[in-house]
Every structure is written in C-alpha cells, then in structure tokens.
C-alpha cells in the first residue's frame, strides 16, 4: 500500500506543471507547508525525479546514425538523420525535463530541514541523510544529461554548460541567466556526487552493525532507512557510475578542451567502480543475455540486480519492444532495421576485422564463422526466431513479408533487430503472451568499456595507472565473453598500439551497447563523422549486393546539441550554440 501511495503521489507530481509548483494557483490546495507534517507527501518531490529519469525507457536513437534506419517513415530520429534537426525540432532534447526535475528536487533539497520523516529524531535525520544524499545524486544525473544534449561552443568559441540552479526559481526569480562554462557546470557535478556518496550507503542492503556515523542508533531503525527496502533508489555506487559517465564525456575531445577533468580521472572514477566489482574478474559471463535470460529474470524481486545490472528500473509484463520490432511473420512491426555498416563492424569469430586478410571472411557466405554477437543481436537472412523459431527470409526474392522492402513494416536493409527482444514472446492474435522486461539504466559492461576507453587514452593499452588492471585486460575478458576464439591474435597484434587499440575499443563499445542509446552521443563526443550513408544488403538468387539506403545529413555544427529555440527568444542572456 506504501508504494502505490508513493507511486500516485509520483504521478501527481508529474501531472501538475512547473508553472503550478512555482506558485500554485488558488484551486491547488496543497502547498509546501504540507509536506513538513506529511512525508509521504515531500518524497514525491523526490519521486517526481525519479519519474523523470532519462534513462526510464528506450530511445532507438541509433536510427540517427550509421547503425541502423527505420522502416517508419514518421520516426523522429529518422528526421533528424535526413536533415531536419533544428533548434525548435529536437527530439533529443532535454532543457524541460531536466530543468523541471531539478526545480523539483532543488524545493526539496532547501525544505528538508523542516520536514519530519520520522517521530524519532534520530529515524528522522537518517531520513533526512537518505532523501538528500538521494536528491543531489539525481541533480547531478539530470546536470549531465543537460550537458550531454545541449551543451556546446558559443560564436566566441567558448565551451558553455548550462546555467547552474541551486535554489528553487519563483515567480520573482531572475530566470533571464547566462549559461555557465562546461567546466563549472562539471565541477557542479562533482560536488553534488560528493555529497551523495557522503550521505548514502554503498548499496541499500540490511546491515549488521550500525555505520559509525550512525553509532548510538538503533539496528532495526537503520535498516528501515537504510536497507533492503529502498534497493533501486539513488545509491553510493550509482553516484560513483554517473561520475565515470559525466568524466567519460568530459574528457573526450569534443569537451576536453573547455574543462579540467582528463582521461586519468575518467579512468579512476570508472576503475573505483569496478574494483567494487572484482575488476576484471567481476565480468558478468552471461552478459551478453541479459535481456532475454528468462531463469534470471524471473528470479529478479525485491529491488535485486542480476550480476550485468547496475541500476535498472522495475520489471513488469509486456510485449511492446517485440510487436515494435519483431519481423512481420512473427506479428511485428519490425521497426529498428540494423544497417549493413554495423554488420560488417562485427569481426570473425577468430577475432580479425572482416576487412583484414587473415579474417577468413568469404564475401559468399558473409555471416558464417562470424563473431557470435552478430546473431545474437541482429536477425540475418536466414536466422530464426519467435516462439516457434520460424525462418527469418530477408532475401529481395523472399516469399513473404520479411524480405526486403516487400511491406511497409519490412526492413529496408536486409536486416531486423534481434537485441532487446524476447523471443519467448507470441504475438500471433490467437495465442499472444506477454514476459518480463525491464530497462536498465545502467550495465556494467559501460563501466567497463569507460574504462577501458578512458584507460588506453590516459595510460596506453597495457598501462594500469593506480587501478591494477588495464584497457588490453578488459578488452580481452569482453572479447572472450563474446566468444571470439582464444588465443585473441588479432588482439595481441595491437596491444602495444594505442590508436589501433583506440579503434578496436571504439567498435567494441558500438557493438556491445549497439540499440542501447549510445552511438549518436559516443559519434559526437569523439568528433567523429556523423555522415556516413547507411547502407543494406540485396539478396537475390543467392548473391549478396551492398546497397544504399539512408543519407546521413549533419552541418559541422552537429557535434553539438541547441539551446531550445523558444528558450532562446524568452532570454536574452541565454547564448545559442553556433550553427544553430
């Protein structure tokens, strides 16, 4: 009952404006002073944070790049790629979703103080410890996604962030601000996160013994705030992730030049989190399955994580991302079409690049003796899938609605996303089912790929830095947990050469995180060319063509996101990104 309590209250938050909780109108009989009697009702100032949380659900966003096109026609990310990315036509944007989260959180944060969590003072101020450790995790979380998206250089050159809210904005506010340097917005990141870690537990798990900071008080109240009840909510080791997250895009070369922070700390903010984990070691070896490991899944109460997942949201029952993606013999809409120009990222099973001479790869038969992701991610001429495991055709000369460009719910590239979806799934009409799915928010394998990333460039690939392992030693476990067949040679002929390893951890993280929301932001924050046409494949009688199928279409200025077009006119201390 205690949930879906915070639940409704979550909700009406989220329903109400932003202009309402500035000053609220006079039909709103609720105001600030109810929540210091009422806790319930001040944690859903916090909930509503969580409400709005990025990351909650799926953003197919690699439709915007080389990855993959889209079979609707309508999809705004398909807009985006062909040429129609504007400052008032952005579906990336996230100046309103964030700024109200933080407003928000920021009434929060100032009216704590006079809430009473708890008859017990002592209960109370370890509440008062959790909700703000809590709520200065998620600003900082909200302050890099503000960066990630609109961030960028102004006319002058000049790297700018955002401008830095701290206090919560009124109808008297000054809302006419500049926006502040990218430096000091990140070091507005650090110091929240360094409250957070401050202020919450490792993980919210039932204690033993009281912390020092909490000796004189009592076990069971501890565990009340502090344990098991609250697992999902914004921990020490989520503030730590979302540290190596904001370094990793601070210290790449888009951003380097207008901050402080560099590749070292990237890496030992990621390496911190990691060695929590076992380093290396704590791999999760069935990782590459954990969207569709069903003994795993079903298992998944009561908040816990499997070993991949380091925050992920709530698991429920559906069948959305299959009837949006699964091919149309299987009662999809196949939606996501993988682009040949990902196939062919993906090595031979022995590891080499398919362009390499000791490959083995055969232009006749391009999906055989291939890295094993490649099936397991992405439907083939030929795979199987479904319930039924029912024969995916592609092939021009198919016979049914899975070939090529055939419908309009057929993929345009001789490919369907597989990745994400749970072939346990039926959505034939007569016997449609539904299964557990959940999103995560964040997999260790990105921590370890930041690390990774961020290790070769500060220290070279075998160099370890303070962290004792290195970007050669998580590759390598990656790579073999992929199943790439041991020895690595093609791995051990680079392991002395940054810029090959540079390459090699690049097209590592485009395939490991492939649909997961990251190659247009990982394009763009390595001034990489976001241009490449998107290509597809055309079987006939047996003969595999390459084809076009997709423009990519980005002005120079597309490295970096704009400042909302409305936001732009409202203020005239608000500088526009150039270009835009």
Avoid at 54 to 59: E, Q, R, S, V, Y
Avoid at 91 to 109: C, G, H, M, T, V
Wanted: charged residues 25%; neutral net charge; hydrophobic residues 35%.
């Amino acid at each position: 009952m205690k949930k879906k309590l915070l639940l409704f209250l979550a909700v009406a938050f989220m329903a109400g404006s932003c202009d309402d909780l500035i000053e609220p109108g006079l039909e709103n009989l609720r105001g600030l002073d109810d929540m210091y009697e009422e806790a319930e009702y001040a944690q859903g100032f916090l909930l509503n944070g969580y409400a709005r949380i990025p990351t909650n659900g799926w953003a197919f966003t690699d439709v915007a790049t080389d990855n993959a096109v889209s079979n609707d026609r309508n999809n705004a990310y398909l807009k985006v790629a062909t040429g129609q990315w504007t400052s008032n036509n952005n579906p990336f944007d996230e100046w309103r979703n964030s700024k109200a989260a933080i407003q928000y959180l920021n009434i929060l944060l100032q009216e704590s103080e006079k809430v009473k969590w708890a008859k017990d003072e002592k209960v109370s101020q370890m509440f008062k410890d959790r909700i703000n450790g809590e709520a200065y995790g998620l600003r900082a979380l909200f302050m890099y996604h503000l960066l990630r998206t609109h961030a960028g250089k102004s006319a002058s050159g000049e790297l700018l962030g955002v401008p830095i809210v701290l206090e919560p904005e009124k109808t008297n506010s000054d809302f006419n601000k500049p926006r502040a340097t990218f430096e000091e917005c990140m070091q507005q990141i650090y110091r929240d996160l360094d409250k957070a870690e401050e202020l919450l537990p490792l993980d919210f798990e039932d204690a033993s013994s009281l912390p020092p900071a909490y000796s004189g008080s009592n076990l069971d109240e501890y565990n009340r705030v502090f344990g098991q009840f609250a697992r999902q909510r914004m921990s020490k080791r989520i503030a730590m992730a979302i540290r190596a997250q904001a370094a990793l895009l601070a210290a790449s070369p888009a951003y380097s030049s207008g901050n402080t922070t560099t590749w070292a700390k990237a890496a030992e903010d990621a390496g911190k989190v990691l060695l929590l984990k076992g380093g290396v070691s704590g791999l999760d070896p069935n990782g590459l399955n954990w969207y569709a490991a069903a003994s795993v899944i079903n298992e998944l109460a009561a908040g816990n994580n499997p070993p991949e997942i380091l925050w992920r949201s709530d698991v429920s029952l559906s069948n959305d991302l299959e009837r949006q993606h699964f091919p149309p013999t299987l009662f999809g809409n196949g939606r996501l079409n993988p682009s040949q120009n990902l196939v062919d990222a993906f090595p031979m099973a022995n590891g080499f690049p398919i362009t390499d001479a000791a490959s083995g790869y055969m232009s006749t038969a391009p999906y055989d003796n291939r890295d094993p992701r490649l099936k397991l991610f992405i439907s083939v001429n030929g795979s199987t899938g479904g319930p039924n495991n029912t024969a995916i055709i592609t092939a021009a000369d198919g016979t049914t609605n899975d070939a090529l460009n055939r419908v309009e719910t057929s993929t345009r590239t001789g490919y369907y996303m597989r990745k994400l979806l749970r072939q346990d799934v039926n959505l034939n009409p007569v016997t449609t089912n539904t299964q557990k799915h959940y999103k995560p928010r964040i997999r260790y394998t990105e921590i370890y790929l930041i690390y990774a990333e961020a290790a070769n460039e500060a220290w070279g690939p075998t160099g370890t830095g303070s962290v004792g392992f290195s970007a050669y030693d998580v590759i390598a476990a990656i790579r073999k947990r992929a199943g790439i067949s041991q020895p690595d040679n093609y791995l051990e002929s680079i392991k002395s050469d940054k810029e090959a390893m540079r390459a090699l951890i690049r097209n590592e993280r485009r395939l490991e995180l492939c649909f997961e929301d990251f190659r247009f932001w990982d394009l763009r924050r390595w001034n990489a060319n976001l241009t490449e046409e998107a290509r597809g494949v055309r079987i006939q009688n047996g003969n595999h063509e390459t084809i076009p199928v997709e423009a990519r279409i980005y002005g120079s200025h597309m490295t970096y996101g704009p400042i909302p077009y409305s936001e732009i006119l409202k203020f005239s201390n608000l500088a526009q990104n150039r270009g835009w």
